[in-house]
């Protein structure tokens, strides 16, 4: 439904609830939540784009920086420490809910240019990178900046944003599968029935005026940034109890 209705993946309730209720461990949780977004995004792409709500051009052009900030961003989980990029996330969402929250006009981006080309890879490269890091859909992060940076009308951001969403979950898919951290088969029921909402969602999105979808989001925003501030409180394992 979150996927349908906001454009994002929904990787922020399938996670938590696959490790709480399937028991995986953080990694293969994270590895199967995004196998399982590819068919949730994929019938939210298909409402969106019957809707006409999808801006390819853009896509594109995002998806390009997405994919390889995906890429960066498990390389730099190694060097740069995840609490410090986790309040460096929840500032930026906080703002962002905080902008949103306020009138926006939404009267459809302006003609393509190099910089903004250059601007929308660098949005993508930003939002892959932040996934890899933190295992955040990029809906959170494509979708107000294409509201709030690029005047977008929030269905055809969110159309968007399932666009990109597809490539990417099905790069990650494939490298999670080389490495042993996707289960297909809870992935495939997962994502079976989130495509069902996803549909019921998406048309839901295009019926919804921005000033409400605006601050939708924004609460959606806000409940992102709470549940990243308390994982900054998930106490570390002791030494003596793995002591042998």
Same mark, same amino acid.
């Given at each position: 439904?979150?996927?349908?209705?906001?454009?994002?993946?929904?990787?922020?309730?399938?996670?938590?609830?696959?490790?709480?209720?399937?028991?995986?461990?953080?990694?293969?949780?994270?590895?199967?939540?995004?196998?399982?977004?590819?068919?949730?995004?994929?019938?939210?792409?298909?409402?969106?784009?019957?809707?006409?709500?999808?801006?390819? %051009?853009?896509? *594109?052009? &995002?998806?390009? =920086?997405? #994919?390889?900030?995906?890429?960066?961003?498990?390389? +730099?989980?190694? !060097?740069?420490?995840?609490?410090?990029?986790?309040?460096?996330?929840?500032?930026?969402?906080?703002?962002?809910?905080?902008?949103?929250?306020?009138?926006?006009?939404?009267?459809?981006?302006?003609?393509?240019?190099?910089?903004?080309?250059?601007?929308?890879?660098?949005?993508?490269?930003?939002?892959?990178?932040? %996934?890899?890091? *933190?295992? &955040?859909?990029? =809906?959170? #992060?494509?979708?107000?900046?294409?509201?709030?940076? +690029?005047?977008? !009308?929030?269905?055809?951001?969110?159309?968007?944003?399932?666009?990109?969403?597809?490539?990417?979950?099905?790069?990650?898919?494939?490298?999670?599968?080389?490495?042993?951290?996707?289960?297909?088969?809870?992935?495939?029921?997962?994502?079976?029935?989130?495509?069902?909402?996803?549909?019921?969602?998406?048309?839901? %999105?295009?019926?919804?005026?921005?000033?409400?979808?605006?601050?939708?989001?924004?609460?959606?925003?806000?409940?992102?940034?709470?549940?990243?501030?308390?994982?900054?409180?998930?106490?570390?394992?002791?030494?003596?109890?793995?002591?042998?």
């Amino acid at each position: 439904m979150l996927g349908g209705l906001f454009g994002v993946g929904g990787g922020i309730i399938i996670v938590p609830a696959l490790i709480s209720v399937a028991k995986m461990d953080r990694r293969l949780a994270s590895g199967t939540s995004l196998a399982a977004t590819l068919p949730i995004a994929t019938a939210g792409l298909i409402t969106y784009q019957s809707k006409g709500n999808v801006d390819w %051009a853009i896509a *594109l052009l &995002i998806a390009i =920086g997405s #994919i390889s900030g995906a890429i960066a961003g498990t390389h +730099l989980l190694r !060097v740069i420490p995840k609490n410090v990029l986790t309040i460096v996330f929840v500032i930026t969402v906080v703002v962002t809910a905080i902008r949103l929250g306020f009138a926006i006009e939404a009267n459809g981006r302006e003609d393509l240019t190099f910089g903004l080309a250059v601007l929308l890879v660098f949005i993508g490269f930003l939002t892959g990178t932040l %996934a890899g890091l *933190l295992g &955040i859909g990029g =809906g959170i #992060i494509m979708v107000p900046a294409m509201v709030v940076i +690029l005047g977008m !009308v929030p269905v055809v951001a969110k159309g968007t944003s399932v666009a990109v969403i597809v490539p990417t979950s099905i790069m990650g898919t494939i490298r999670n599968r080389k490495f042993a951290n996707v289960d297909l088969r809870v992935a495939a029921v997962v994502g079976c029935f989130g495509a069902a909402s996803a549909v019921a969602g998406g048309l839901i %999105a295009d019926g919804m005026s921005d000033r409400v979808s605006n601050v939708m989001f924004a609460v959606l925003l806000s409940t992102v940034a709470v549940t990243q501030l308390l994982t900054l409180r998930t106490p570390k394992p002791s030494t003596a109890s793995t002591a042998g």
